[in-house]
């Protein structure tokens, strides 16, 4: 056993922590996004058009405020299409995004810079900006998703259905982990965090096979409604109250769901075994009535 180094108030002070433990890590199942730095330089990188278009005159003035406007949408439209994407490879059954965000950045950002060399060099200079600007976004940035992923021989009305069932859940997952935030509390967070990837691993489980909706659309609905309502109502007595017995409670609670969603996830993968089994066998049985031996 080792123990966190810290003082009276640090946080965690004392705890103790199982070096053989095989419980959970913070990280498991995450990878780093690429939602960040990068988008957000489309936006500071307009902000040199926005001071040059209130140093000229007002025809070239309104000519830079409308590339202004081209390119603050096309870093919008950017950092909405990666969220997208990450989206869509997180998952190993997906659609491919309804709308092209990526794609229409990257027209953005070459109308935009275009408006730039049309008002303040001339036709050569726009043409080159705007081919220059369209390709190098869409050399730094990418392409959207262009086709289904995992869908072949996939009921799609069934797959509606799945795919209707895991937004909600990770609505209430959500909502649950932007109210914690509040509490400053690190080992609720933490807890909290552990939850929530024992219930995406079940959407996941669910995803790859949407026969399992029937048995754990009650886990994904009803058990997470009641623990999101659960959970913004603790966070709010806790920021009134700080009631340890809550917090007590609160965590017995996250408790019994988490064994319960292992369980019911547990379940899911053995069905989804038997089920392989018992193809494997019809296709045994066949091929040895062809004749075919191994």
Wanted: hydrophobic letters at 40%.
């Amino acid at each position: 056993m080792a123990k966190r180094y810290g003082a009276t108030f640090s946080p965690d002070s004392g705890e103790t922590i199982d070096t053989q433990s095989n419980s959970k890590r913070p990280f498991n199942g995450k990878s780093p996004t690429h939602v960040g730095a990068r988008s957000n330089l489309l936006f500071f990188a307009s902000i040199p058009l926005a001071i040059k278009a209130f140093q000229s005159e007002p025809i070239t003035m309104a000519g830079y405020l409308a590339a202004l406007g081209c390119l603050l949408a096309a870093g919008f439209l950017t950092r909405e299409g990666l969220k997208a994407q990450e989206a869509y490879e997180a998952r190993k059954v997906a659609r491919k995004p309804a709308f092209p965000r990526k794609l229409f950045g990257s027209i953005l950002t070459g109308l935009g810079l275009g408006l730039v060399g049309a008002f303040g060099w001339g036709a050569v200079e726009t043409v080159i900006f705007a081919i220059l600007g369209a390709g190098l976004h869409s050399l730094a940035f990418g392409f959207d998703p262009m086709k289904n992923k995992g869908m072949d021989g996939v009921d799609t009305f069934q797959q509606d259905r799945v795919a209707k069932v895991v937004d909600e859940a990770e609505g209430h997952l959500e909502i649950m982990h932007q109210a914690m935030l509040r509490t400053r509390d690190r080992e609720a967070q933490r807890r909290l965090d552990q939850f929530i990837s024992t219930a995406r691993t079940m959407c996941r489980t669910v995803e790859d096979d949407p026969r399992d909706l029937t048995a754990a659309r009650k886990y994904l609905g009803v058990y997470l409604l009641g623990a999101r309502d659960a959970t913004t109502k603790f966070v709010d007595l806790w920021e009134r109250s700080r009631n340890d017995a809550a917090r007590i409670s609160w965590f017995a609670l996250l408790d019994d769901l988490e064994k319960n969603f292992v369980a019911r996830t547990e379940k899911l993968l053995i069905d989804n075994k038997t089920d392989l089994d018992i193809e494997i066998d019809v296709l045994r049985e066949r091929l040895a009535r062809e004749g075919i031996r191994q």
